[in-house]
């Protein structure tokens, strides 16, 4: 009853609708415009180095013969495990009938949408010729005997995650038809003060009447939209499993010296989680405070999602220390040695990072005050993400760069094309949410206010 009160909005419903679609009816502000430039150029760096590699070649980045895919395969791994808070978020939190994801849902479905698609243009541009993408797709083809192979980890990843990001898009779209119908019917009393306005008008009316799908939101249609939301939630469950378990694949069914270990599926799942909600909880803050949304993400919304960063937090760190004892307990000397290296090694400094990041910053969760502290909870959730990155890159770099033949022992010096496309893809990733919160109600309304009528109906 006390998390209910704590998460009561309490306004009726022609305000909740006015609140939540105010960043989408006004025009945006100074800040909205700059953070949208600057995510925007980042974009456009981005989109200028991949172009320059297709001409000059992969090898102006700082991969080589022992680190075949350096920041891709790390920046694949970081964006994939972003996009897995959006499936727990809406599917096995709806499971759960736990009415604090209502406010957040929303936006970190589209974040991990947003996620999933930059994750995957790191694949597609290290196959060093993207235009034959299509061949990783098995299908029937007059290329004779020459066929994908079932075998790879890397073909399990495109069933996987093509799978993850169709199930998330329909997820998200479908709880936006109620929402889509909400915008439709208050543009009925509009009318635009010049001709061509009113063709805007009319344009936006015509666009609102077929993706709402003639929603009428009689009881009949919200039992249809229940069960379908309670069918696609079943189904996507699994998927916060699945996706990152086949991504841990990509490592742990290797030979390489630290990659190959059966706590990789659970340890990446976890991480994910750990991620994922960081990166949620980032959005969330910047949006409460940038479109005065403090009645519907409230503290106690935050609070929560501290408390999962608290446990995916403690997960991950036991998952660094079974990698540590079981290197010292198999009794391999290459094994131990890359756990060594980690250690004191050339890439200590980013052992250390990720272990600051990860393992000591999510204990300040553990206090309440610290917990519901804004400030503090915006701070830790981009610390977590650091970590995680740096996570990535231990793994990937530590392992290869020194495996099982020095003569073939060579350093993971990145270049500046590299750090490039790093920053470039946070601007694809922040340009595509920037564009999400002007052009969608990044709340659902219609469920605030199914939860909103909960409690009248409860209280009376």
Request: aromatic fraction near 18%; include cysteine.
């Amino acid at each position: 009853m006390v998390q209910e009160n704590a998460l009561r909005i309490g306004k009726p419903f022609a305000q909740i609708d006015g609140d939540i679609l105010r960043p989408l009816e006004s025009f945006p502000t100074k800040t909205w415009w700059i953070a949208f430039l600057i995510s925007a150029s980042a974009l456009a760096v981005f989109v200028g180095v991949l172009i320059y590699s297709f001409f000059k070649g992969l090898g102006i980045f700082g991969i080589n013969n022992p680190v075949g895919w350096g920041f891709y395969i790390i920046n694949f791994v970081f964006w994939v495990g972003i996009g897995h808070a959006g499936t727990l978020i809406s599917a096995i939190l709806y499971l759960f009938r736990q009415k604090w994801r209502t406010s957040i849902n929303r936006a970190s479905e589209a974040m991990t949408i947003f996620a999933v698609m930059t994750a995957a243009v790191f694949p597609l541009i290290h196959v060093g010729r993207p235009w034959f993408v299509y061949w990783i797709f098995p299908y029937p083809n007059e290329r004779g005997p020459v066929w994908v192979n079932f075998r790879s980890p890397l073909l399990w990843d495109v069933f996987a995650i093509s799978t993850y990001f169709i199930i998330s898009l329909v997820f998200w779209y479908m709880g936006l038809v109620p929402d889509f119908a909400t915008m439709r019917d208050r543009l009925d009393g509009f009318q635009a003060k010049t001709k061509i306005g009113q063709i805007l008008l009319d344009i936006r009316r015509f666009v609102l009447r077929v993706i709402s799908l003639g929603w009428v939101g009689s009881a009949k249609t919200w039992h249809h939209y229940e069960k379908m939301a309670l069918i696609l939630s079943a189904l996507a469950t699994p998927l916060v499993l699945s996706v990152h378990t086949i991504v841990s694949f990509d490592f742990a069914t290797s030979l390489i010296p630290g990659w190959h270990a059966t706590i990789f599926p659970p340890y990446f799942v976890a991480g994910a989680i750990y991620s994922g909600f960081a990166m949620v909880l980032t959005l969330m803050i910047i949006m409460r405070q940038a479109f005065k949304m403090e009645a519907y993400i409230t503290i106690k919304h935050l609070e929560n999602m501290g408390l999962v960063i608290l446990v995916t937090g403690m997960m991950v760190s036991f998952a660094y220390t079974m990698e540590f004892i079981m290197a010292a307990y198999s009794g391999s000397h290459n094994e131990q040695y890359v756990f060594l290296n980690r250690l004191k090694g050339p890439y200590a400094w980013a052992f250390w990072i990720m272990f600051f990041c990860n393992v000591i910053s999510p204990h300040f969760m553990w206090f309440k005050k610290l917990r519901t502290n804004i400030k503090v909870l915006f701070v830790i959730s981009i610390v977590v993400n650091v970590g995680m990155w740096f996570e990535r890159f231990v793994i990937v770099v530590t392992s290869l760069h020194r495996d099982y033949l020095p003569s073939s022992w060579d350093m993971y010096i990145p270049t500046i094309y590299d750090y490039a496309m790093l920053i470039g893809s946070f601007g694809l990733f922040f340009t595509m949410f920037l564009l999400f919160v002007r052009a969608f109600p990044s709340i659902a309304i219609a469920e605030v206010k199914a939860d909103e009528a909960g409690y009248e109906m409860a209280k009376h």
